[in-house]
């Protein structure tokens, strides 16, 4: 149980296009939803929370408007990079806060989307 | 401003031993932890957590122990097998979001 998905597991673009990340929680639902971010030899970074059918909350020094996050449903929140630049290639992973009964605070984890911009 | 921190980056140990991972806190507001693992180019796969009320919470070979007056948690793995050689992440909890270490990476020798 608790599974969590994503979609793609890699992407290419170019500079200037936009990605849409999906991920999915498979066995359970999940009103709230988080996207993080990791570098190369570095700690997972907080980038948003994502509650269903309310805004996302973003961390300071995150551009919401270059990362949009939509959790439309209590299984599905969507990450989009808009106008994607070198800077912004990164492995970006999302969680799901786990159901009833596996820790008030238990997150899992998706497999993570590898993301290069040429 | 680190509020986790594992200060060892790496910890070699030897097959069948007993590997200990350990991880400090400064944040007193953080009242749930866990340890994750972690693959390169995957995601962290959950492994144990301890809630501040409790001192010890125990899952097959794995162990955390939490000592809130020093802010110190740390996970026993015993004994030691050649798979659990990844990264593991410490992380803290303050109801609202995870805090995540900056990881140790575990080699077990055979």
């Known amino acids: 149980g608790a599974v969590v998905s994503q979609h793609p597991s890699w992407v290419i673009c170019k500079s200037g296009t936009s990605v849409k990340i999906e991920c999915r929680s498979l066995?359970?639902?999940?009103?709230?939803m988080f996207w993080y971010r990791q570098f190369p030899k570095q700690s997972l970074m907080l980038m948003a929370t994502?509650?269903?059918?309310?805004?996302?909350?973003?961390e300071q020094g995150v551009e919401k408007d270059k990362f949009l996050i939509n959790h439309a449903s209590l299984t599905l929140s969507t990450l989009t990079v808009t106008s994607a630049h070198p800077e912004d290639s990164s492995f970006y992973i999302c969680?799901?806060?786990?159901?009833?009964?596996?820790?008030?605070?238990?997150?899992?984890f998706g497999p993570g989307t590898r993301l290069t911009v040429l | 401003d680190q509020q986790v921190k594992q200060n060892s980056p790496s910890l070699s140990v030897q097959e069948g031993r007993i590997s200990i991972l350990n991880c400090d806190y400064t944040n007193s507001m953080f009242d749930y932890f866990l340890w994750y693992k972690k693959y390169p180019a995957e995601g962290p796969t959950f492994l144990i957590s301890?809630?501040?009320?409790?001192d010890k919470n125990e899952d097959g070979r794995f162990t955390v122990f939490l000592n809130k007056s020093a802010k110190h948690l740390s996970l026993h793995i015993v004994p030691s097998q050649p798979g659990d050689s990844a990264v593991y992440f410490c992380a803290a909890s303050d109801r609202r979001k995870l805090v995540f270490g900056q990881g140790t990476r575990l080699t077990i020798n055979p």
């Open positions: 969680s799901a806060r786990g159901p009833p009964g596996g820790g008030t605070d238990t997150q899992y």
């Open positions: 301890i809630s501040s009320i409790k």
């Open positions: 066995d359970f639902q999940a009103t709230t």
């Open positions: 994502s509650n269903e059918g309310s805004k996302a909350t973003y």
